[in-house]
């Protein structure tokens, strides 16, 4: 008994003042004062210190370690609890378990955790701190996607041509540190924005159809430079529906920096685009067909790099996806659905980027409107590229793991395409898989008979 701490035996109020909390002195103001990594941000940090709070509501339930994708697969990874609620506590700047660096951000314990425990923000937060003054060149260089895809677009059968040549690859491999075998972007010989330039017009309005307004359509780097198709089709389909697309000067939404660590940076792009596609109309519909991008503006911004910014919260909110959107339309009456007939079973995965910003699996409803298509949903919580992670010559076999039973499902059940709605996910499983992958506005543009549904992908 007398070993056991007596908790009475110092009254709180005879605590006195907190330690280096001057009279007067909020516990904001201290924090900046003693750390460079709030004083010296243009944003605030209280969403960041909230979801640090949140380690307190751990319960220790494991819950998050049975879902965890890349604890399954690999003992490189300590799983999230440790790295989570449980290391977070003696982290004071630098992270005292480098095993975090093996967490993909993929945001599975986040969803599932019954407490409300911010864990893959948490591990977000720290590993930014972790990588600050030794940051890899390679995760430098693959984060700049939008410059990637101005250097490719002009030289792309030449690019194309030399990311499939071996030696090039292993050479990369060595030089840069992106495993030989990882899935690459297709380069195309004309964006989004070459397209919308030299295009007669607008897509033919249904029959009858009457105008609906203007909508904001948000492209992203892939959808401007690599998934060019997917943008195209996106635009004919609001098109057909009788939207104005509006499609203004547009920038990176700095993901792939977040995820990578690159915070500063990263915060700049989300503010500088949400801006640009807010000066296109502060009040219309910003359509996406990139989930994870979507998912970055509508919440990972604030949460996980604390940015608090008027045009991003004004974006975040109008945004929808593009699946979402079409069957918002429905629900309301207001989506046509003389869809032809595809007879065709579809494999579908819901990334964990659209499953974490709550509207459910709105693609597979879409899908099953049009007569004839089955849609297997694949049931896995992870491709296994996590962005870029799955690139990283050191995570590539991890990710091979996370991704191996989707795999599996996609090969055994499509029927010449599955179905995803990241392009990245997209580009994991066609790589691994070799079944074209195409996000699902493919399949509603061949349904309203505008293309056919096998019509070229990147
Ligand atoms: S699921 Fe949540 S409550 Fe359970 S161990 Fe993980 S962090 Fe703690
Ligand atoms: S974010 Fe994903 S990889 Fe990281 S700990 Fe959570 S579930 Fe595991
Ligand atoms: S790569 Fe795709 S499926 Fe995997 S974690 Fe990211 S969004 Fe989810």
Redesign the pocket.
């Known amino acids: 008994m007398s070993d056991l701490l007596d908790t009475n035996e110092t009254p709180a109020k005879e605590l006195g003042p907190r330690p280096g909390l001057a009279p007067g002195q909020t516990v904001w103001e201290l924090l900046a004062a003693v750390s460079p990594r709030i004083k010296d941000n243009p944003n605030t940090y209280e969403a960041q210190q909230l979801n640090r709070v949140s380690l307190d509501q751990c319960v220790k339930c494991t819950i ?1 370690e049975t ?5 399954k697969v690999t003992p490189l ?1 300590s ?2 609890k440790f ?2 609620p449980q290391a977070e506590r003696f982290r004071n700047g630098e992270s005292v378990d480098h095993t975090l660096d093996y ?8 969803l599932n955790c019954p407490q409300d425990v911010k ?2 923000e948490i ?1 977000s937060m720290a590993r930014a701190v972790m990588k600050k003054d030794h940051m890899p060149l390679r995760d430098r260089l693959i984060t700049q996607t939008e410059l990637e895809g101005r250097l490719l677009t002009p030289f792309a059968p030449v690019a194309n041509w030399a990311l499939k040549q071996k030696p090039i690859r292993v050479a990369v491999e060595k030089v840069v540190g992106v495993h030989r075998d990882a899935p690459m972007p297709v380069a195309q010989s004309q964006s989004i924005k070459g397209w919308l330039k030299h295009r007669k017009g607008p897509a033919p309005r249904r029959p009858g159809q009457p105008d609906r307004g203007p909508v904001v359509f948000f492209t992203g780097c892939a959808g401007t430079y690599f998934e060019v198709e997917t943008s195209k089709k996106t635009i004919e389909v609001l098109e057909h529906l009788g939207f104005e697309v509006l499609v203004p000067k547009q920038g990176c939404c700095g993901l792939a920096e977040q995820s990578n660590g690159l915070f500063d940076s990263a915060r700049k792009r989300v503010v500088k685009l949400c801006e640009q596609l807010n000066a296109a109309g502060k009040e219309l519909t910003v359509i996406s067909s990139s989930g994870s991008c979507a998912g970055m503006i509508k919440h990972e911004a604030h949460e996980i790099m604390g940015v608090d910014d008027p045009a991003v919260r004004s974006v975040g909110t109008r945004m929808r996806e593009t699946s979402e959107f079409l069957l918002d339309l429905f629900d309301e009456g207001e989506l046509p659905t003389d869809f032809k007939s595809l007879e065709m079973k579809i494999p579908y995965h819901a990334p964990c980027q659209v499953k974490s910003q709550g509207m459910g699996m709105p693609a597979i409803r879409l899908m099953e409107l049009v007569p004839g298509i089955r849609v297997i949903e694949s049931e896995e919580n992870c491709c296994g590229i996590a962005g870029t992670y799955g690139l990283k010559k050191e995570k590539y076999d991890v990710a091979q793991a996370v991704g191996r039973n989707l795999f599996e499902k996609v090969k055994e059940h499509n029927e010449g395409l599955a179905v995803c709605d990241t392009e990245t996910c997209r580009w994991q499983i066609r790589n691994s898989t070799g079944v074209s992958t195409v996000h699902p506005v493919h399949v509603i543009h061949a349904a309203y008979g505008l293309s056919d549904v096998f019509s070229p992908e990147v």
């Open positions: 998050c879902m965890c994708p890349v604890a990874f799983g999230p790295v989570g967490c993909s951000s993929c945001g599975i314990c986040t864990i893959a591990n």
